[in-house]
């Protein structure tokens, strides 16, 4: 462990520095750095596919799943789409400087708040590598300094990737240090890495499940966490039934493995007779499992019933968990409950109870007749996102460049003193 | 330690219950438990009275240290602080609801964010019973609901308190268990609170810097915190005299131990020469003593030399540390170093040295030509101020009403699905 207390002091040092280098230089200077890497993936695009080749031929060898292997592949398509990321992102206005709320107070003073840079960011996260260049380039445009820890599996491409991101923080004039990729696969870098609190200012976990648990466990550095995503959809009994099928086949049926896939459905006893059967049937034509409460078993037959854990898990998979409600309060309680708190959606045509859903659901994300799928950074228009957050703290729902930057008081006197 | 995990799970179970109340409680309603507090303290002030004798007795038997004793003590003087406290919180808008930033997106949806109280406090604080009274008040203002653990020397005072502020949310219509105050004193209360992850949302500390590092290192839920205060004010060779001078004896003088009091001072050596032996000599007038850097010892004759880790001390007493600079970048890097992060001043007319200050420096709050002493919850127009936070996450500076709230996501749709 020494020597990986030793290393990771380093590199937190050299982060550190880096990240007041970063803190003060220009919008202009950041851009080009962006614009610099856009231009080197185009132009090297050859030398990452090949490093990526090296990881993907590993992880065949290793026998890793194929839905880990697809995420690792980098394909031209792969490219094109970090190049827009980063495209984007130099689109965005700075937030660093940015001065708000500055009013005279009665002492004389004028007070108000300032966007600056967190700092030091920890990134931890595993197989895409795609990931390296969004938090680079996101980091960079924030004005700090990141750590980036991928996983084993893509080290080849993760190391390839950050030769490129240095050579375009060089070529504009910016420190190397502000984007350091860890190399080394020892497993006991993480460990260190959640504890690093003299040099890192949070940690972003990025993975699994088990992955984000134990770091949020364990870091004593302040986390950005993003746990599961238990998403609903509650079909209140002012719903359009058009509107209702629309948004289920969407939120559930899009894609299947997101966090923001649509896990359960809870529908107002109202008008479980008429909308049941014609959802029920929707979701079997895209081979959706649903696993129903005692009430809704009555309202379809030959379907699965939902057991009391069917209602806290995150399928990520074709099966959707649904129960029938007496009103909005118990489906906002049930809600409460058993929702990961990440998005949950209603689905009326009537005010006051759309209002109490957006009011009382303690969710990051909750809506209104729309699909739960919207819950992503660039549907949000954030330009980009380093992660969903499920925090209260901080920064809740999708986390782009405001979510890496904090706000400090600034004070503007004449000579004034206290009385 | 299993009875304590009982008593706290309890204690959590009541407040997060509390907290899905109070998370829909109209402004009305707040205001008039409030307000029913402030007639109580007025009507009942005897019994807090007497029960405060009771802890200052203790105290003096226990031969507690003066300063506790006088923090303990509450005289009628203290009950009109806490009612004016409280008539400020109620004149303050009720953040909770408000609707930021809602815009279309491409995709037809409108996005946008909502206030939304943070769910359950903990706050844990020494001596103080006034705290009880602002920490009540705040948290139901933003509608969260709070436990309170005080100290053991306050126990009378604060169970006094908590029966007033009981009578106010019952009069009102709110549940009592909004505002729990922790009956015993059994000290492992405090260790079971900061690994309470499922029942409470945020930990805010009072106290001590040994009370406040021993919860920050080992809570498990998230810290809003508060360590030392190593404020420190910067001459630059622009600087004024008279408001150098003004600046320096009220951020120096007016208070010593209080965060916000300035504890080392930097010179411009280009006017350290003039400016140093008036500064010095204001602040012998006030018996501050003065321990200056090897080049300060030049410039005034008969002062102590300031060792290494003078620079990073908080006295908290007539004591100051002094190093003269050889320009605005020397004293930032000295002030990034040693300072705490928590305010930081320049005195200059220079337009383009005050905006490098305000930029570069890395404090909670960064003033030019104003007193440290300012940095103020109250000062700064939050209305009140649960603590002062040198966390870089969530809320930085003065916490107020605001620091106790979170963001959330909102969707307004129209039966949209994600393409």
């Known amino acids: 462990m020494t020597n990986t207390n030793q290393y990771l002091k380093n590199i937190g040092l050299e982060a550190k520095k880096a990240s007041h280098l970063m803190a003060k230089v220009s919008t ?107 938090a680079a380039s996101l980091s960079i445009k924030s004005g700090n300094a990141i750590i980036l820890r991928g996983g084993s599996e893509s080290i080849h491409s993760n190391i390839a990737l950050s030769g490129l991101i240095h050579e375009a923080l060089k070529k504009s004039g910016l420190s190397i240090k502000a984007v350091q990729v860890i190399d080394s696969t020892d497993r006991s870098i993480v460990k260190g890495m959640i504890k690093l609190n003299d040099y890192i200012d949070v940690i ?18 302040p986390v950005i966490k993003h746990l ?22 969407n939120s559930k049926t899009q894609r299947l493995g997101t966090c923001n896939t649509t896990e359960s459905l809870l529908i107002s006893k109202h008008i479980a007779r008429d909308f049941l059967p014609k959802i029920v049937k929707m979701l079997h034509q895209h081979k959706v499992e649903v696993r129903g409460c005692k009430e809704t078993l009555k309202h379809v037959k030959g379907i699965k019933k939902a057991s009391e854990n069917d209602f806290y898990t995150e399928y990520l998979d074709a099966i959707i968990s ?8 118990e489906a906002i309680h049930h809600i409460n409950q058993y929702s990961s708190h990440h998005t949950d959606a209603i689905v009326t045509e009537n005010y006051e109870r759309a209002m109490q859903f957006l009011k009382e659901v303690d969710s990051s994300s909750v809506m209104v007749n729309a699909s739960t ?5 660039f549907e949000y228009g954030l ?37």
């Open 28 to 134: 202009q200077q950041k851009n080009d750095a962006l614009t610099f890497l856009i231009e080197l993936l185009n132009s090297k695009a050859a030398t990452i596919l090949k490093a990526n080749e090296k990881d993907v031929k590993a992880a065949k060898k290793n026998k890793l799943d194929r839905a880990s292997i697809d995420r690792l592949i980098i394909s031209s398509k792969t490219i094109d789409a970090m190049i827009n990321g980063i495209q984007e992102i130099v689109d965005l206005r700075d937030p660093i400087g940015e001065i708000m709320h500055l009013n005279a107070r009665p002492s004389g003073i004028q007070v108000g708040q300032m966007r600056v840079a967190l700092g030091v960011i920890g990134m931890i996260y595993e197989s895409r590598p795609n990931v390296t260049i969004d």
């Open 204 to 221: 972003i976990p990025r993975g699994g499940k088990s992955l984000t648990k134990m770091i949020s466990d364990e870091a004593t550095v």
């Open 228 to 249: 599961d995503g238990n998403c609903h959809v509650f079909v209140d009994k002012d719903a359009d039934l058009n509107k209702t099928l629309k948004i289920i086949e």
């Open 322 to 329: 649904c129960k029938i409600v007496i009103d909005i309060d």
């Open 373 to 377: 799928r919207f819950a992503d950074g």
């Open 383 to 419: 330009g980009a996102e380093i992660g969903i957050s499920t925090n209260k703290l901080h920064v809740r729902g999708p986390v782009g460049l405001e979510g890496l930057t904090s706000l400090k008081y600034i004070v503007l006197g004449n000579g004034h003193t206290r009385k």
